[in-house]
């Protein structure tokens, strides 16, 4: 089945038309800077050259329609109608309680969606303009809902709930959500068929480093702990997200630096983390060229970065009482080297041991087993592919709907 996956942010959609039977890419790309000037488009087909262009574009629906007109194009022999395109599946960031698996998209669903703005205010406004632009441009088709969250609806309240009066979970919903939910569901199951292991009876970290990073403990094939939390602000330190912080230095904030609340959430979501502490760069990449140059605020970022790692992987080989393999993924997580062994040296002692060369030759895109052979745990670099996943289950809901045109 060929299905459109859309992951929207608030100036880009990035898209995949993936063939979900033979699970391959038929065509990728982004639209970026939607509103500016000049935006850019890139489209990619496997075995042909990147194709960019740049034109102006205001909105998410024209984005979308810039990406139909390359499709449908006759040259590039991909589609040569729109209800070629079986089903759209939407990456949405926050289901929050209503939405533990991936739903059809209806005016009840929007709604919802739109009621957890607060919690994901970064994702769920564009997550939502894409819905309404791609269900423009494309009626009639089957469009589904596939939540960051879901994955983790089989936390145990003792890991979801927090530390403050049960009225305000019973009101508000305030409780741990868990986010990357795809990506940890997919390299998860990834390292079951490959290992062969028995998915019962395992205990797998997946550590899914990007710009927004989070870390899982699944035991039996399930989310029983992650690192995010309310919101994808919370846990480790991220690109430019604070993670975990004392609450009490909001309150200190507003009295010492008088910063309302506005300020206060644009400080935490997008001028903290790596880019806060280092004061130079929140990409990876840009860190290590600079430390490598002598700047101690730079590796002072990537200390932090790889500390925090390795205390929530300690932490859940604690909860899951043992760990059959950690894996490795996204962005930083797939490409740096130095990030994983810098995370996990030091912990033969709790049967971790990271092969430094077999850790540098993972090749990029490639499943790599990095663990040396006497460590008791197992180190995997698996690269994620959460669009395939969001596909998926596209195809699956999108073939039981009564509103599939092809039935």
């Known amino acids: 089945m060929l299905v459109l996956v859309i992951n929207c942010g608030s100036s880009s959609v990035k898209y995949n038309l993936i063939e979900t039977d033979q699970e391959r890419d038929v065509c990728k790309g982004i639209v970026e800077r939607i509103g500016a000037v000049t935006s850019i488009i890139k489209h990619d ?9 740049a034109k102006v574009i205001t909105t998410h629906s024209e984005a979308l329609q810039a990406i139909l007109d390359f499709l449908l194009n006759e040259k ?10 079986r089903a759209v599946g939407h990456r949405v960031v926050h289901g929050g309680e209503m939405f533990k698996d991936s739903v059809l998209i209806d005016d009840v669903v929007k709604d919802a ?36 969250t879901a994955f983790h609806h089989s936390l145990p309240d003792r890991a979801y709930l927090y530390g403050i009066p049960n009225r305000l979970y019973r009101r508000h919903k305030i409780r741990k959500y868990g986010f990357h939910g795809t990506s940890h569901y997919y390299v998860s199951r990834k390292y079951y068929s490959l290992s062969g292991i028995n998915r019962e009876k395992s205990r797998v970290i997946t550590c899914h480093l990007g710009n927004g990073a989070s870390i899982a ?26 993670g975990d912080l004392d609450p009490s230095i909001l309150f200190y904030l507003v009295e010492k630096e008088e910063l309302q609340l506005n300020s206060l959430h644009s400080m935490l979501n997008r001028h903290s983390g790596l880019l806060g502490l280092s004061g130079y760069a929140a990409d990876m990449r840009d860190l290590i060229e600079e430390a490598k140059n ?68 993972a090749k990029p895109g490639e499943i790599t ?11 995997y670099v698996i690269p994620t592919n959460e669009e395939l996943v969001i596909a998926i289950d596209a195809a699956k809901i999108a073939s039981a709907s009564g509103q599939s045109p092809w039935i």
């Open 45 to 53: 087909q496997p075995g042909k050259p990147l194709i960019k262009d």
């Open 76 to 85: 590039n022999q991909i589609i040569s109608s729109p209800s070629d395109i």
């Open 113 to 148: 969606i739109e009621q957890a703005f607060d919690l994901a205010p970064l994702h769920n406004p564009p997550n939502l303009k894409g819905i309404e632009a791609a269900q423009e441009r494309l009626p009639g088709i089957p469009h589904v809902a596939v939540f960051d």
């Open 217 to 242: 403990a699944i035991k039996g094939g399930e989310s029983i702990d992650t690192s995010m939390g309310f919101t994808p602000l919370s846990g480790m330190v991220m690109g430019t997200r604070s």
């Open 294 to 361: 002598g700047d101690r605020r730079c590796q002072q970022a990537i200390d932090v970065f790889c500390y925090n790692v390795k205390k929530f992987v300690s932490t859940y080989i604690g909860v899951l009482n043992g760990c059959d393999a950690i894996l490795f993924t996204a962005g930083i997580g797939e490409n740096s080297p130095m990030i994983r062994e810098k995370s996990l040296e030091g912990m033969d002692g709790i049967g971790v041991e990271i092969d430094p060369e077999r850790n540098r030759g």
């Open 369 to 379: 087993k990095i663990s040396t052979d006497a460590s008791k745990t197992e180190i």
